[in-house]
């Protein structure tokens, strides 16, 4: 009988993400996969999978599963929701054993938006276009855990998990302050330093394509126009007319008309990806290469 | 042709402006010979090609590179090469916004499905929807803006023009798009490989279809 989780509660969304798909930007589908990928990452690692294997990405907690057909190491990352096992806390950021039939419950975080809990196997339901990511946008892959759902777990992978514990993450910084480098269409702007001056708000809108911002506004250029479509990138700070900031994140789109002004440094944009709405957010100019 | 223009974008890539949709897929064709090393994604667009860099590659080497990049001068959006794929788009012509696009093309309608028709576009990139190229070239006569008041239900297989581009819904969506036709052809399916009937640089031949169309 092979291992597998039963979907018990979800909380405000729970989702199986990957390393998401590359390559298809060409046909309108984006990267997308785990939001925060550090932290993917990581609770990979501390069960010994090799990378890419799915987990499962939990917005302000609220999920319970129950473990069916043997036992099972886990680990959660990312914010740092408290864990139970069959009521009795757990460690996070840590390989935590579950007997079989045990209950796995996590709670919503004191701080931070999206922990991940990896199980050693990764969650093995079918991908689509290569990754088991759910893309909001696109809607595409695996759907959003549901009551009921039943997920198979893959085989054992061959390696043992090595550490105890791993280094939690701190996300009480506030406000949060992300780098950025300035451009590519800066001079769309009336003045781009507006973004750096305002302190902003996640507004309630923040979700996997983008963290909406409030709190000012970068206004657009006189006579500006119209930008023809391009490229985006997770990162992206970009302003819509009305001038409140967005940040791409996971799920954002292939291509955009309105001007990105500051891109995010990459080791930065996980840490935007745990900004929950209604936190104060800043952002400071660095160079780029 | 004046020379690309490479922009900051972040420390993740570089955003390459060039002239015209033409030469970003002049551009692309030239990145799909001779793929610098350290790219991890190209996303090409009207008159970019955002450039990706894998996670710690130097971008002032991935920018000269660029630079060094063999790229011809000309060459029309249609110039799609002797391989080039040629997808035929049959199209029941009996679209809300026909008779719109007729009287701002100064064109009667027969003449707005003969101009579509009546040349190849090409699928310059995507974007928007899973499925969904935005197809360049065509005859220039077609330019149209955008309708003022977005629908917030077009259906799948609609096809449309907005701007000097044209395209197809792959499935049901608000858009704001000029319609005058649409098509029985699936855009976008999952079951088959690859999924996406129109890939960047495909040639698209639309013709007038033959048997009835599905009531709608």
């Known amino acids: 009988m092979t291992v597998r989780l039963r979907v018990l509660a979800t909380g405000p969304l729970a989702l199986v993400q990957d390393e998401g798909r590359p390559g298809l930007t060409g046909v309108g589908v984006g990267r997308s996969g785990a939001a925060d990928r550090t932290a993917y990452a990581l609770a990979n690692r501390v069960v010994a999978n090799p990378p890419g294997l799915a987990a499962l990405e939990v917005t302000l907690g609220g999920l319970e599963v129950e473990v069916l057909g043997g036992s099972l190491t886990v680990c959660l990352t990312g914010a740092p929701a408290p864990l139970f096992v069959d009521d009795v806390p757990a460690g996070t950021h840590a390989p935590v054993t579950v007997p079989e039939g045990g209950h796995v419950r996590v709670d919503p975080p004191p701080v931070g938006l999206r922990s991940y809990l990896a199980v050693r196997g990764g969650v093995d339901v079918a991908p689509v276009l290569g990754s088991r990511s759910h893309d909001v946008l696109a809607a595409l892959g695996p759907a959003p855990l549901a009551e009921g759902d039943e997920l198979p777990v893959g085989p054992t992978p061959p390696e043992h998990p090595a550490v105890d514990q791993v280094a939690p993450p701190r996300y009480d910084d506030d406000p949060v302050v992300l780098r950025a480098v300035r451009g590519p269409r800066d001079g769309w702007v009336e003045d781009p330093d507006v973004l750096v001056a305002t302190t902003w708000t996640a507004t309630e809108r923040t979700n996997r394509i983008g963290m909406r911002l409030s709190g000012g506004a970068v206004q657009h250029a006189e006579g500006a126009g119209e930008l023809p479509s391009e490229g985006v990138w997770r990162g992206a700070i970009q302003v819509p007319p009305n001038g409140e900031p967005v940040v791409f994140l996971a799920d954002h789109p292939v291509t955009g008309g309105y001007p990105v002004v500051g891109v995010v440094v990459d080791a930065d944009v996980d840490r935007a990806a745990q900004v929950r709405p209604g936190q104060q957010v800043r952002f400071r100019w660095v160079s780029g290469a | ?216």
């Not at chain 2, 049901?172 to 399916?189: M, N, Y």
């Open chain 2, 1 to 216: 042709m004046s020379a690309p223009t490479f922009l900051p974008y972040g420390d993740a890539g570089v955003l390459v402006e060039v002239d015209d949709t033409a030469a970003v897929l002049r551009w692309s064709d030239a990145l799909q010979a001779h793929r610098p090393a350290g790219v991890a994604e190209i996303v090409p667009a009207a008159r970019t090609l955002l450039v990706v860099a894998e996670p710690g590659a130097d971008l002032t080497e991935l920018r000269s590179a660029l630079g060094a990049l063999d790229v011809p001068n000309s060459g029309a959006v249609e110039d799609a090469g002797p391989d080039a794929e040629v997808i035929e788009i049959p199209v029941h012509y009996d679209g809300p916004d026909l008779a719109d696009v007729a009287q701002l093309t100064g064109l009667s309608e027969d003449e707005v499905v003969a101009a579509h028709t009546g040349e190849p576009w090409r699928v310059a990139f995507g974007g928007f929807a899973p499925g969904f190229g935005y197809l360049s070239g065509g005859d220039p006569r077609l330019e149209v803006p955008r309708r003022d008041e977005p629908r917030t239900r077009v259906p799948a297989g609609a096809v449309g023009l907005a701007g000097t581009s044209s395209g197809v819904y792959p499935r049901e969506s608000p858009g704001g798009w000029q319609l005058i036709g649409t098509t029985d052809v699936a855009l976008w399916d999952l079951d088959r490989d690859p999924p996406a009937l129109l890939r960047q640089g495909a040639l698209v031949q639309f013709t007038v279809a033959q048997s009835p169309g599905a009531q709608r």
